[in-house]
């Protein structure tokens, strides 16, 4: 459960594991494009001998908002679990870059470290990890692997409290278990709360809307608006129109059976609210 990166991080501050900078290793750059950030060619990839991604091609450049739409099960949350290196699932074939350097490659922690991020449609909890100490370790080891100073406790105290502030998260949850026992909307807040701590390059929300009320959306909305800018890149998953509105994506694309069946503007998103799936599923068979 949860992405291998994100344990890594947890077991940095469980003292299990450190990797050292010098141990990384520096991936070949094959990207020719130079303002793509993420290129995605023909990808396949599933789980335990079953297809779910069955030939994705994507490109993400620096400062574009992708929104991934699509029904249930046509492999959103496997994509987005794919591209962060999650163990539970195998490549087969295709290739995928991150900013021109092999990405499949790399250890879910380096993807991490290069400044890709999601978000995740169930949160992983984990007692026994203090979230702000969590945080602060996360913060510090992206700094050291910039080649930076680590912050001491009391600085990172500052910078927390203003992410905090930024995605209207109450300062109390500082002092909580990653997660545990927090209400589906708090964790959903704790997820951008990392994402504004960890500042990445690109950052992948999948269903960061789902469990938010309607206030916390447009806060939390706010607050990703903010983070991003154009050096960075977005992909939201989402099922419904009504984030996109705080939210302008650049594309929309919809999965189905593990493709992208339709790609298209912000519009596409509000047909699909006024007509569902079945018109493009239908075209397609
Ligand atoms: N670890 C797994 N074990 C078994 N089946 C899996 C696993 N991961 C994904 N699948 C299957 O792959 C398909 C795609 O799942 P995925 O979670 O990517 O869908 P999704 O598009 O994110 O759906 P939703 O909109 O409901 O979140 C589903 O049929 C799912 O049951
Ligand atoms: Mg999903």
Redesign the pocket.
């Known amino acids: 459960m949860g992405a291998g990166y994100r344990l890594y991080l947890a077991s940095l501050i469980l003292g299990l594991r450190r990797k050292r900078v010098s141990e990384i290793k520096d991936h070949q750059s094959t990207s020719n494009s130079k303002d793509a950030m993420l290129e995605i060619k023909d990808l396949h990839a599933g789980?335990?001998g079953?297809q779910?991604i069955k030939g994705i091609s994507l490109t993400i450049n620096k400062g574009e908002i992708h929104a991934i739409m699509?029904?249930?099960?046509?492999?959103?949350?496997?994509?987005?679990?794919v591209l962060v290196g999650h163990p539970?699932?195998e490549v087969t074939a295709g290739q995928v870059t991150f900013n021109g350097k092999d990405l499949l490659a790399m250890d879910p922690e380096q993807r991490a470290l290069e400044g890709l991020f999601m978000g995740f449609?169930y949160p992983v909890e984990i007692p026994g990890v203090n979230n702000a100490e969590f945080l602060r370790l996360s913060y510090n080891a992206k700094l050291v692997h910039a080649g930076q100073e680590e912050v001491d406790p009391l600085d990172f105290d500052e910078i927390l409290d203003e992410k905090m502030k930024l995605v209207g998260m109450d300062k109390k949850y500082k002092d909580r278990s990653l997660n545990e026992g927090f209400s589906g909307g708090e964790k959903k807040k704790n997820e951008i709360l990392q994402m504004a701590v960890l500042d990445p390059k690109l950052a992948i929300l999948?269903?960061t809307d789902s469990g938010l009320d309607i206030d916390a959306m447009k806060v939390v909305a706010q607050g990703i608006n903010k983070l991003i800018n154009k050096d960075k890149g977005l992909i939201l998953?989402t099922?419904y129109q009504r984030l996109l509105n705080y939210i302008q994506p650049d594309f929309v694309h919809v999965?189905g059976d593990?493709k992208i069946i339709k790609s298209g503007d912000k519009s596409l998103a509000h047909e699909l609210e006024a007509q569902g799936y079945d018109w493009l599923t239908a075209a397609k068979n």
């Not at 699509?70 to 679990?81: D, E």
């Open positions: 789980f335990e079953t779910i699509g029904p249930n099960g046509s492999g959103k949350s496997t994509l987005a679990k539970d699932y449609q999948d269903e998953i099922h999965f593990g």
